[in-house]
């Protein structure tokens, strides 16, 4: 009875449904009225709202979160700075260097294939929201490296190759899987996959939701499915480093 009430209110198969129909979205959308006089304080309000969330948020990693957190890697460098507690399953062995922040949800997980399987990131390396590392053997990020938001870094595939291997719920063969590296001051664009036995060249950049399946020279700009280089010698000039520098 419920099921059938319901689906002739969404069909508005009449002009009392319809009319109920309308009610309902009405109140769904509806806003507190509100004079202009009060938005200056309502700004204030949000603002002290955001910064009192934050507060909390920030004492929690503090005083919780990052703690725990570095009790679970091999090392972490000076001044790391995160937003959330990351989402660590497996052994993976993870090492930080100084100056590393993570921007949000960043997930690590590894498998059985191997008894130490590294994920190591440099010094000065920015990780965004929802990025996420598949480590069976070694990903290495070296310094200065940005990562933008939902990027996905793997050294496998994750299944194997052969098909009854699957089936048979099997890992990948050990030769299956393949370091990746990200070499110093390259750029990782948003919801970008790095694959396994990848390497980015020092300096260059992949474009927004490029699937990346083989390497990229240094200095490069890559990007599409899969990853293509449209740019070279993105090298700048020794004036322009040290203007950046100053």
Same mark, same amino acid.
């Given at each position: 009875?419920?099921?059938?009430?319901?689906?002739?209110?969404?069909?508005?198969?009449?002009?009392?449904?319809?009319?109920?129909?309308?009610?309902?979205?009405?109140?769904?959308?509806?806003?507190?009225?509100?004079?202009?006089?009060?938005?200056?304080?309502?700004? =204030?309000?949000?603002?002290?709202?955001?910064?009192?969330?934050?507060?909390?948020?920030?004492?929690?990693?503090?005083?919780?979160?990052?703690?725990?957190?570095?009790?679970?890697?091999?090392?972490?460098?000076?001044?790391?700075?995160?937003?959330?507690?990351?989402?660590?399953?497996?052994?993976?062995?993870?090492?930080?260097?100084?100056?590393? /922040?993570?921007?949000?949800?960043?997930?690590?997980?590894?498998? =059985?294939?191997?008894?130490?399987?590294?994920?190591?990131?440099?010094?000065?390396? *920015?990780?965004?929201?929802?990025?996420?590392?598949?480590? /069976?053997?070694?990903?290495?990020?070296?310094?200065?490296?940005?990562?933008?938001?939902?990027?996905?870094?793997?050294?496998? *595939?994750?299944?194997?190759? *052969?098909?009854?291997?699957?089936?048979?719920?099997?890992?990948?063969?050990?030769?299956?899987?393949?370091?990746?590296?990200?070499?110093?001051?390259?750029?990782?664009?948003?919801?970008?996959? +790095?694959?396994?036995?990848?390497? +980015?060249?020092?300096?260059?950049?992949?474009?927004? /939701?490029?699937?990346?399946?083989?390497?990229?020279?240094?200095?490069?700009?890559?990007?599409? /499915?899969?990853?293509?280089?449209?740019?070279?010698?993105?090298?700048?000039?020794?004036?322009?480093?040290?203007?950046?520098?100053?």
């Amino acid at each position: 009875m419920a099921d059938s009430f319901l689906l002739k209110l969404k069909r508005g198969e009449t002009p009392f449904f319809r009319f109920l129909n309308r009610t309902v979205k009405g109140v769904m959308t509806a806003n507190l009225p509100l004079p202009l006089f009060l938005n200056p304080v309502l700004g =204030r309000l949000y603002t002290l709202h955001q910064s009192v969330m934050e507060g909390f948020r920030r004492a929690g990693a503090y005083l919780y979160s990052e703690p725990l957190f570095r009790g679970r890697c091999e090392s972490i460098g000076k001044r790391f700075s995160m937003t959330k507690l990351p989402y660590v399953i497996s052994h993976a062995k993870i090492y930080i260097g100084d100056d590393v /922040n993570f921007f949000g949800k960043v997930d690590i997980f590894s498998g =059985r294939i191997f008894d130490e399987p590294k994920l190591i990131l440099g010094n000065r390396v *920015d990780i965004g929201h929802n990025v996420s590392f598949v480590v /069976n053997k070694e990903i290495v990020i070296e310094d200065d490296v940005n990562v933008a938001s939902g990027v996905r870094f793997m050294d496998t *595939d994750a299944h194997p190759k *052969d098909m009854w291997e699957r089936i048979a719920d099997l890992p990948p063969r050990p030769e299956e899987i393949k370091p990746v590296r990200i070499c110093r001051r390259a750029w990782i664009g948003q919801n970008a996959f +790095i694959l396994k036995g990848v390497t +980015i060249g020092e300096g260059a950049v992949v474009g927004v /939701n490029s699937v990346v399946v083989s390497d990229i020279p240094a200095y490069a700009v890559a990007m599409g /499915n899969p990853a293509r280089v449209v740019v070279k010698g993105t090298k700048p000039l020794p004036s322009e480093s040290l203007q950046n520098s100053e």
